[in-house]
């Protein structure tokens, strides 16, 4: 292949790879955003096969190396899981979804070395932004605070906890876009976005988020008075807000049911420890789920949390290496924060502790965990290359 056949066919590798960034959030996996990523996994596969030069940028950072090779044991140990599990028929379908998780953290390795990292994270900002204002404009405003803005649009995650995740999340990379580019414009959809994540009345997004964000106030001598001012007036503006409508009494009051809720997860915890229990070394394989009525009357399937799902799922070695790449994630966090990118870490320590008490794995199709977990996994693992400039501040 000729070289600007080899130009052409990574331009549009990447094309694709941020068309499917920007279509996910807003299409919720459903099957339009799916085959944009299927294809540009298809043209990141011929282009790692046919350009040997890019294909050994890629792999060129041991740091970078070191976490695929741990990514990849975890994702084929839980595809192997499937084995001793109900369904050993299912390991062809989870081995797929593995090469894909992979690629898409490749995908996002390549928009970075092409020095796009800031526009992929602009497409994810700007697709949930219209997601947030979508959900405003149709939401029944006579109930928007009990509602939750939960299902209001077809297309929008699940859950609100999920929505809730994804409006954290977007905020970090606008403050990340604030920091790159000195844009402070977008102090005003971040406002939007965490007006957004309040009205879901999101517990663990919320309280993620601000724990994330956390060790950043050791960082505010180093950073711009002007932005302090302006997040500071971006705060008052919301607590306002907030008060005229009188939301903050009902927030209060589910910030406050906190310590209630709190005993139902660990009831459902507890549960699924006593199964782990039972096979604690290769656990009950990957389909297994949790079967139970609780003590408030409800059916209980999921762990709520990938760390007891992990545990049910693939034992104690399955938690072993789930804590790997928990651990390296955390390091190459440090590494960032040493650059100057500590708002990257930040996007990890979120992911990592909105997890604690969300979900029940992290496997699958094109989906909310793939931008909630791997998203976070993909920039930690994607330090600067060597010629390419820090930022100034953190």
């Known amino acids: 292949m000729t070289f600007e056949n080899n130009k052409y066919l990574v331009k549009t590798t990447i094309l694709t790879y941020m068309a499917f960034v920007f279509s996910l959030p807003l299409l919720s996996g459903e099957f339009r955003s799916s085959v944009l990523f299927y294809l540009s996994f298809t043209l990141l596969l011929v282009t790692l096969l046919s350009h040997k030069i890019l294909r050994e940028r890629i792999f060129s950072q041991r740091e970078f190396n070191t976490g695929i090779i741990l990514l990849a044991s975890f994702l084929v140990w839980f595809s192997l899981s499937n084995l001793w599990g109900s369904d050993p028929s299912n390991i062809l379908s989870t081995l797929k979804h593995s090469l894909y998780l992979l690629g898409f953290v490749l995908l996002f390795r390549l928009s970075c070395l092409h020095g796009h990292k800031n526009i992929v994270l602009s497409l994810f900002f700007l697709a949930t932004v219209i997601l947030c204002v979508l959900i405003f404009i149709y ?17 929008q995650p699940s859950n609100v906890i999920d929505l809730g995740g994804y409006f954290s999340l977007s905020i970090i990379c606008g403050f990340i876009l604030i920091r790159d580019t000195g844009k402070k414009w977008i102090f005003l959809p971040i406002a939007l976005l965490f007006l ?37 007036l971006t705060i008052g503006v919301l607590a306002l807000i907030l008060f005229l409508s ?96 500590a708002l990257e870490a930040s996007m990890i320590v ?34 600067p290359v060597k010629g390419q400039p820090a930022p100034d501040r953190p």
Request: glycine share 10%; net charge positive; with cysteine.
């Open 139 to 155: 939401v029944d405003k006579a109930n928007i605070i009990s509602g939750r803005l939960d299902r209001v649009l077809i297309n």
């Open 196 to 232: 957004g994540l309040l009205f879901t009345q999101s517990r663990g997004p919320l309280f993620s988020l601000l724990l994330a964000c956390a060790p950043l106030l050791t960082l505010l001598r180093r950073t711009h008075l002007s932005y302090l001012l302006m997040g500071a």
């Open 246 to 341: 009188n939301y903050d009494n009902t927030l209060t009051a589910r910030l406050a049911s906190t310590y209630q809720q709190s005993f139902i997860r660990i009831g459902i915890w507890r549960d699924a420890w006593d199964l782990f229990l039972q096979k604690p070394w290769m656990g009950w394989g990957f389909d297994k789920e949790l079967d139970f009525v609780n003590q408030i009357g409800e059916r209980v399937h999921t762990t709520h949390s990938i760390y007891f799902g992990t545990l049910l799922k693939g034992g104690s070695l399955g938690m072993a290496l789930m804590l790997s790449v928990v651990g390296y994630s955390l390091y190459m966090g440090w590494q960032h924060i040493k650059i100057n990118q």
């Open 350 to 383: 979120f992911s990592l502790i909105f997890y604690t008490s969300q979900g029940m794995f992290i496997l699958g199709n094109p989906g909310e965990s793939w931008f909630l977990f791997w998203f976070p996994i993909a920039v930690v693992l994607s330090l």
